[in-house]
């Protein structure tokens, strides 16, 4: 049981280029969700996923696309990186219960 | 959505007792109040939730006066591995409306 797992852990990017951050969760959970974290800040939250093929914006949404391939896995995409977007980035599910989500271990972005 | 407001930062030694509050004047009725943990380069982990009066688990106590407009994290006899940033959420729901970390309160523990 490996719980929320982000790939990649680390990742620079150019300015303009694209990427997609990848979450996967073995926990049969419905919800999922992905997260921004600055340095010093809070969470803020990008998008999230109510169940299975459904997706709605969160917070900060804008230069972000998400994708809900299926129970298990939720992909962010990043379509033309910007040095603002320079983040760790985290995902995160949730079950049944109220309030209680599991986090992956982050992936940390540079965009140069 | 109730925001909610703690403190900064907090240092305590070793062994002591540590109490964060968390205040939420604008709590709903449905609200629930959940505290989470988040250790450097990690992601956060859930410590506790609560509706009401007191909750207690293996790692910390929640205590909520009658009127909800606050809550208290207990920490028992800290230790240096308590050391983390700690936030303190409002919410009905999982739901993106709900969802508001904050800065939350760095807690330092002092040997």
């Known amino acids: 049981n490996a719980g929320v797992t982000q790939t990649p852990k680390f990742q620079v990017l150019k300015t303009g280029q694209s990427m997609t951050l990848q979450c996967a969760q073995d926990?049969?959970?419905?919800?999922m969700y992905w997260y921004r974290q600055d340095p010093g800040m809070g969470l803020r939250l990008i998008y999230y996923s109510a169940s299975e093929g459904t997706t709605d914006k969160g917070e900060v949404p804008n230069g972000y696309n998400v994708s809900r391939l299926n129970k298990r896995e939720f992909s962010l995409r990043l379509e033309s990186a910007a040095p603002s977007q320079t983040s760790v980035y985290f995902c995160?599910?949730?079950?049944?219960?109220?309030?209680?989500?599991?986090f992956g271990p982050g992936t940390r972005l540079t965009v140069t | 959505l109730a925001k909610t407001t703690q403190p900064i930062s907090m240092d305590s030694y070793e062994g002591q007792e540590v109490n964060i509050t968390c205040s939420h004047n604008n709590i709903a009725t449905n609200d629930y109040i959940t505290w989470y943990q988040q250790f450097p380069s990690q992601g956060p982990r859930f410590i506790i939730q609560g509706y009401k009066t007191k909750v207690t688990n293996e790692v910390a106590s929640l205590f909520i006066p009658a009127d909800r407009k606050s809550s208290t994290l207990s920490l028992p006899r800290v230790s240096l591995s308590d050391t983390a940033v700690y936030y303190c959420l409002v919410g009905e729901r999982l739901g993106a409306n709900n969802l508001f970390f904050g800065t939350g309160t760095r807690l330092t523990v002092i040997p």
């Open positions: 926990m049969n959970h419905n919800s």
């Open positions: 995160a599910s949730g079950g049944q219960g109220r309030y209680e989500q599991y």
